[in-house]
């Protein structure tokens, strides 16, 4: 199989810890005061994502929690 020499030669270990990151762009946040947000919790799907918040919602009934997509986190790990 070929390999693409175009890319900077970087270590296994960062290579695995990006790949593994990007694996994981669902979040469940937590809406803070002053708009501010908390991750709780990532997920590969979004219906695990949908699932994990209603377990939370009726764990912690008086909290904000929003699934989101957290592209930012997948434009910084490249």
């Known amino acids: 199989m070929p390999q693409n020499t175009d890319h900077k030669a ?9 790949y593994k990151a990007r694996l994981n ?7 803070l005061p002053d708009a501010q947000r908390e991750i709780v919790a990532r997920f590969r799907t979004r219906s695990d994502a949908d699932g994990y918040m209603q377990h939370l919602m009726q764990i ?9 997509f957290d592209c930012q986190r997948e434009a910084a790990v490249i």
């Open 10 to 18: 970087a270590n296994s270990a960062t290579q695995a810890v990006a």
């Open 25 to 31: 762009s669902w979040a469940i946040a937590r809406l």
């Open 60 to 68: 912690t009934p008086d909290a904000s929690f929003m699934v989101i």
